[in-house]
């Protein structure tokens, strides 16, 4: 029998139970061992729940007990949940994880200390939910070079803009709806303004090129900006908005961003609305493959964590192979990306916006008082020397 602790009992941490329990007989079978539950550690009591007996307060209890070979941390935030996975590792301990902060931050560091000590650090749920992205890119498809990623990595913000979409609302009032149905946190900004999405495309970019990818160098630019006037011109346009976060090797070159694009029907991503996530995976042989489901929720998650959870019950002793070293890359300013852009200007601007972007494509929508264009292809840097010289309202840029 192998036994398992849980690290806070929260939505993540109440959902690894149940899938435990639940799907028992399956996950036993799969893990070639009996999988046992022995503590839950919270700062709370949970009278009348059927695993209270369980519960300690005293994480010593679980790091100094040598019965306990897998820990499940599901506490988010990086204190003091980085210094418990330390030391669990420390004492040879696996640790799977739902912590996208915690990865993004100390990912290699923590890799390296459990592969130190022939234990595991797995994070299957830290990015997509219950989409499998992490192990694909780990074990499936080792055969590939991959050179890019992109992902719809938020439900919270697909949401919003789904609904934008669909009910011509704006930005506050589908935040608002989102927040009453539990969507949105009452502090949304890691989602809105895409600080989630980029700490995502940090570890999925440290694993594509298998070197530390620093969120804090990820350019990153969320949605609180769109309008319901910029889904009346994506529709005129044959086109909808989503919130990308992106990497891209290219000519010794690597990009990464989070921001929103404007992308027409027949890309892939177009058609993944409301909390669903997906992720586009490009590789040199391959070409592309996508990953798509429930990019977040108690058992989407906590079905991914289990699923780490069976993974180091088959390697108990053993080290599975991660390869993500602490050597940071060097991100290419995304100044030097070159791509085509969607742009507003006031109606009286427009004999200067063509003057000064030369060679537009005009897009005609039912929005009065506007002039609105599609560039051709240029840099970040150029459009931007641009825009700046016109005064525009607003710009999108689009993908493909």
Not at 85 to 111: Q, W
């Amino acid at each position: 029998m192998i036994q398992v602790a849980v690290l806070g009992y929260g939505t993540v941490g109440s959902g690894v139970v149940e899938v435990i329990e639940k799907n028992k007989e399956e996950i036993n079978k799969k893990s070639g061992e009996e999988l046992n539950i022995k503590y839950i550690l919270d700062l709370r009591d949970f009278p009348g729940d059927p695993y209270e007996d369980k519960v300690v307060h005293d994480v010593n209890q679980i790091l100094d007990d040598p019965e306990v070979k897998i820990i499940c941390e599901t506490m988010g935030g990086l204190k003091p949940a980085y210094d418990f996975t330390k030391r669990a590792l420390l004492s040879g301990k696996s640790v799977c994880t739902s912590n996208k902060e915690l990865v993004a931050a100390h990912g290699p560091e923590l890799i390296q200390i459990a592969h130190e000590n022939k234990c595991n650090y797995l994070f299957e749920a830290s990015v997509g939910g219950g989409i499998p992205i992490i192990r694909p890119l780990n074990y499936s498809l080792t055969a590939e070079k991959i050179d890019a990623i992109t992902g719809i990595l938020n439900g919270t913000t697909n949401y919003i803009l789904s609904k934008m979409e669909k009910e011509g609302a704006g930005f506050e009032e589908v935040l608002k709806e989102a927040q009453e149905k539990g969507y949105a946190e009452r502090n949304p900004e890691a989602d809105v303004e895409g600080y989630d999405a980029c700490r995502k495309i940090a570890i999925l970019s440290s694993l594509m090129c298998g070197k530390n990818v620093k969120y804090e160098d990820i350019y990153t630019e969320g949605i609180t900006k769109i309008t319901a006037t910029d889904f009346i011109y994506a529709h005129a346009m044959g086109k909808t908005i989503k919130l990308l976060a992106q990497s891209k090797e290219e000519d010794g070159n690597f990009y990464a961003m989070v921001a929103p694009f404007m992308i027409s029907r027949d890309h892939p991503l177009y058609m993944v609305n409301d909390v669903f996530n997906a992720v586009c995976v490009h590789g040199n042989m391959l070409g592309d493959s996508m990953y798509y489901g429930r990019g977040a929720g108690k058992l989407p998650t906590a079905s991914a964590v289990v699923s780490d959870v069976v993974d180091c019950a088959r390697h108990i002793g053993k080290v599975i192979m991660c390869f993500w070293d602490a050597e940071d890359v060097k991100l290419t300013g995304i100044d030097e990306a070159s791509r085509r852009f969607f742009v507003r200007v006031s109606a009286e601007k427009e004999r200067e916006a063509i003057a000064v972007f030369e060679s537009v494509r005009v897009v005609e929508a039912d929005v009065s008082g506007e002039f609105a264009f599609v560039t051709d292809v240029m840099t970040e840097k150029e459009f931007n020397k641009k825009a700046e010289a016109v005064g525009i309202i607003s710009r999108i840029r689009i993908e493909g």
